[in-house]
């Protein structure tokens, strides 16, 4: 009789400043830290090349560590849409390169991330990094705060399963708020 399966879920916190990732193996019900980290981008570099840099940076993970699938955050439209504008950008570079391999990309909101890690969906943000580092049996919280919050996204669709995920639509586009089918029309 075979062994538990084993998964390999990458998890992105966009941004064009700053893109954390998390990478993260699930067998049975044990889940292990692979890799996580940040992706930087320079202030003064032309936007263009910021979101360059991510996709080449992002794809070189993809490519080494080969995840089955990908959790992203959903974005939060805050009061400075400048800076919602350019993450969603980012974080669109950051599907292209998943869709291009073929990787299912799932998307959770801040809420559905911090219930799945510590079983309440308003616990702050100490909170979360003490529970990644408990579940991942890490020896200390990872810095910088980005890539805890990577690490959390992808331990969240490591503990829902895709069954209750929702695949990454740009909710304001169709399917996540309320519409039934997608208008090929606009």
């Not at 998890?11 to 990732?21: E, F, L, S």
Request: aromatic letters at 8%; glycine letters at 10%; charged letters at 20%.
């Amino acid at each position: 009789m075979p062994g538990p399966v084993t998964q390999t879920i990458i998890g992105i916190d966009p941004g064009y400043a700053i893109t954390g990732y998390g990478i993260v193996s699930k067998t049975g019900n044990k889940l292990k830290a692979i890799d996580y980290g940040v992706i930087e981008t320079k202030a003064h570099t032309e936007f263009p090349l910021r979101l360059l840099t991510i996709n080449e940076k992002i794809r070189f993970l993809l490519e080494q560590y080969k995840p089955d699938l990908m959790a992203v955050e959903e974005l939060f439209m805050g009061t400075n849409r400048t800076t919602a504008v350019g993450t969603a950008q980012a974080r669109g570079v950051v599907i292209v390169e998943a869709a291009r391999l073929d990787i299912p990309v799932y998307e959770f909101t801040p809420g559905q991330i911090k219930l799945a890690v510590t079983g309440y969906g308003k616990a702050d943000k100490n909170q979360v990094q003490q529970m990644i580092k408990s579940l991942l049996g890490l020896d200390k919280i990872p810095k910088p705060d980005d890539a805890a919050d990577a690490l959390a996204v992808a331990v969240c669709l490591a503990n829902t399963g895709t069954a209750f995920a929702g695949k990454a639509v740009s909710g304001y586009q169709y399917g996540r708020y309320g519409y039934s089918k997608r208008n090929e029309f606009g």
